[in-house]
């Protein structure tokens, strides 16, 4: 005879059963982008697809479809591992044994929508939580994990693979090219990428179609690799044996959530670099959450005291500076290193500023620019304050003796941003912020590991006693993400500050990545010297190799002195990054002034006009900046299709005129193009005609440029 408790028992789980199975139906019912049932998730925006098999009690978790909607796609195989990750070194990935918990519906701020579905492990020791989220017209799934401690004792996270797809064999494998480092370098065959590698695209050319993956993780913990140790295309973060490996210690009962990464699938693309130049741009600029798409006014022309001074700076300098640069219609006056008594205590030199300096960025601001500083953000003397009071605040070495991360330098000690410095440096720049005025902030130097060092020896920290780390390999995730925190706390301060992420913080050469983007405007990405046309390429050829996957006013490309001879080459090629100049503004004539003023106010017009620092696109025919070829960019504003700017650049090339034609224009509006400070316009045409046909650009010297003014009507 059945006992009756069981059997109610038996009838409440049968009733929570199927309330479950229909409040998971309705909620899908309400999803316009994702729908599921007990075996299958579906989503969809209209544009991708990706079908994903659900275990149920117990089975794998693996992508069974994931292609554009319209169109064949040839890529996947029928069963990708969707995931894979280590737990105290043993594997974990969708091919084993999950058990499914439960979904839901997931969202984020800027129009993202989808699911997250948590799984139980088989052997009851990890949860691990998948979130997807599409977003309107694009074809774009990006995805995240949260993988959770259900044992007793603190576990070590490490190779997480936040996507894991399987490709089709030959074909896809021996005919695509691979375009990382910003999507801008080919390549075939197996490629394992680096910190360069914030976006990879994957594009085989007789199918016309492939995939991109763009990393969010932060510096040289992103980890993306393309059929490198098997047929799979891996994002997430660093492995266990990479030279900076990523690691996360989870306490019982605790979670880790990764980094995000973006895939999209295309088809129909003769050329890798449209969809950089369109679904890329696009999803970057509205739904990724970068601060440039948040700042509401951005700089335009941007001077700092860097060269040729370095820290030879004083009060009279940079007040004869300031009024020179306001004469050439500067925008942002920077000063850089050289202001302060010690690294570490950020205290003015009261030899150099007598009077401190507030009355040195009033003088700034009275000139109708806006006072920017360089600041160390993870530096210090060791006979600094601060170092002697808290040692302890900084990075120890393998012996566990005191390091400078940044360089062979005694003389200087690296913070550990898993102790209490980030507040006191917090304090040092909001103090700096909001009693100076500051609008532009310049954070330098080494924070996890340097651009100029070489190997792994000296990274990170390996201090037993920091809060903020367990270890030295886990410090390197740490400190990045101790660092963003800070960038956030002060804009949550003042919202309007721009802040200049230097590549030397970022820990690579040239280094910049969707990570720093959310939580920085800018990152000061190079150190070029000299007068001369090699100058103005290698300032090109920057701009091209990271944009369009990453946005241009973001690329801060010093440095260009203000009088070289030949100045104007410099304004015309920094126009497609965020223009920059240093040297000696004094050293210039009144009319030479006026020239470079005239350049300033057309650049604030375009920005006014068409907020020329939120786009660029590639040039059409016109390739990557090298001598003996022209090249040119333009920044047209594909969402009001009011128009923009053009450069076009002849770099020692045989012919001196080119047929240009200007894309992404609206098709039907008649738009008049003219080149700066002329009065007759070169063409006035529909964007379908600008497209199509063009007008031609005639450049006599062999180096030289145009910018153009395009306006519609």
Request: hydrophobic share 35%.
């Amino acid at each position: 005879m059945t006992n009756p408790r069981i059997m109610r028992a038996k009838i409440a789980t049968v009733v929570l059963f199927f309330s479950a199975i229909f409040s998971i139906n309705v909620l899908a019912q309400d999803d316009n982008y994702a729908k599921w049932d007990d075996r299958e998730l579906s989503l969809t925006n209209g544009l991708v697809s990706r079908t994903i098999h659900l275990p149920g009690s117990a089975g794998s978790f693996y992508t069974t479809s994931y292609k554009p909607v319209q169109g064949d796609f040839k890529y996947f195989e029928k069963k990708s591992q969707e995931f894979q990750f280590e737990i105290n070194n043993k594997a974990y990935s969708g091919d084993g044994l999950w058990s499914l918990k439960n979904i839901r519906k997931a969202t984020d701020e800027r129009a993202g929508q989808g699911v997250s579905v948590t799984l139980l492990s088989g052997d009851q020791l990890v949860e691990v939580t998948l979130t997807y989220l599409l977003y309107p017209s694009l074809p774009v799934i990006r995805k995240n994990l949260t993988v959770k401690n259900l044992s007793a004792k603190p576990v070590q996270l490490e190779s997480v693979d936040v996507e894991k797809l399987t490709v089709t064999p030959y074909y896809a494998t021996t005919f695509s090219w691979i375009c990382h480092d910003y999507g801008r370098r080919r390549s075939i065959g197996p490629y394992d990428g680096n910190m360069q590698d914030a976006l990879v695209t994957v594009h085989n050319s007789d199918w016309q179609q492939g995939i991109v993956i763009g990393n969010e993780a932060s510096g040289v913990v992103k980890h993306t690799s393309v059929f490198w140790d098997e047929r799979v295309i891996l994002s997430g973060l660093t492995h266990k044996d990479a030279r900076y490996p990523f690691r996360k210690h989870i306490a019982p009962g605790a979670s880790f959530t990764t980094p995000q990464v973006f895939t999209m699938v295309y088809n129909n693309h003769k050329d890798p670099d449209e969809i950089l130049n369109t679904a890329v741009a696009d999803f970057v600029r509205k739904h990724m959450g970068i601060r440039l798409s948040e700042l509401k006014q951005k700089p335009t022309f941007v001077y700092n005291t860097w060269v040729p001074f370095r820290k030879e700076i004083n009060e009279k300098l940079v007040m004869e500076l300031a009024k020179a640069a306001a004469d050439a219609g500067m925008k942002e006056f920077v000063i850089d290193d050289g202001w302060a008594d010690n690294y570490g205590d950020w205290i003015i030199d009261k030899k150099k500023f007598p009077n401190g300096l507030k009355p040195v960025f009033d003088y700034i601001k009275s000139l109708g620019m806006k006072p920017g500083l360089w600041v160390s953000v993870g530096s210090a003397s060791p006979e600094s304050k601060v170092y002697k009071a808290h040692p302890e605040w900084f990075v120890l070495d393998e012996k566990q003796q005191p390091a400078n991360l940044h360089e062979d330098d005694k003389n200087m000690r690296t913070a550990c941003f898993g102790t209490p410095w980030r507040g006191y440096i917090k304090d040092v720049l909001l103090k700096l912020a909001l009693e100076y005025g500051l609008e532009y902030l310049k954070l330098d130097f080494t924070v996890v590991t340097s651009t100029y060092r070489f190997g792994n020896k000296v990274t990170g920290c390996y201090a037993t006693g920091h809060k903020g780390h367990k270890d030295h390999h886990e410090s390197l995730y740490a400190n990045y993400e101790e660092v963003w925190a800070l960038f956030d706390e002060l804009h949550a301060a003042k919202p309007s500050l721009f802040i200049d992420c230097t590549f030397e913080t970022m820990g690579g050469l040239q280094l910049i990545d969707y990570a720093m983007l959310k939580h920085a405007e800018g990152d000061w990405l190079s150190n070029f010297y000299g007068p001369g046309t090699q100058v103005d390429l290698r300032v090109r050829n920057m701009a091209w190799w990271r944009s369009p996957a990453i946005p241009a006013t973001a690329l801060v490309i010093g440095n260009p002195e203000m009088q070289d001879e030949g100045w104007a080459l410099h304004v015309k090629s920094l126009v497609g990054a965020l223009p920059i100049m240093l040297g000696d503004p004094r050293k210039l004539s009144g009319k030479t002034l006026e020239e470079y003023r005239g350049y300033a106010d057309w650049l604030q017009r375009m920005e006014n006009s068409h907020q020329i620092m939120t786009y660029r696109q590639d040039l059409a025919g016109f390739g990557e900046p090298k001598e003996g070829t022209w090249d040119g960019f333009q920044r047209i504003n594909t969402e009001t299709g009011s128009g923009g700017t053009v450069g076009v650049f002849r770099q020692g090339g045989t012919d001196n005129e080119r047929q240009v034609t200007i894309q992404y224009l609206d098709r039907e509006k008649i738009y008049t193009v003219k080149e700066i400070f002329a009065s007759e316009p070169i063409i006035s045409a529909t964007g379908r005609e600008l497209s199509a046909t063009g007008f031609k650009v005639r450049i006599e010297k062999a180096y030289d440029g145009k910018l153009l003014e395009v306006k519609a009507e």
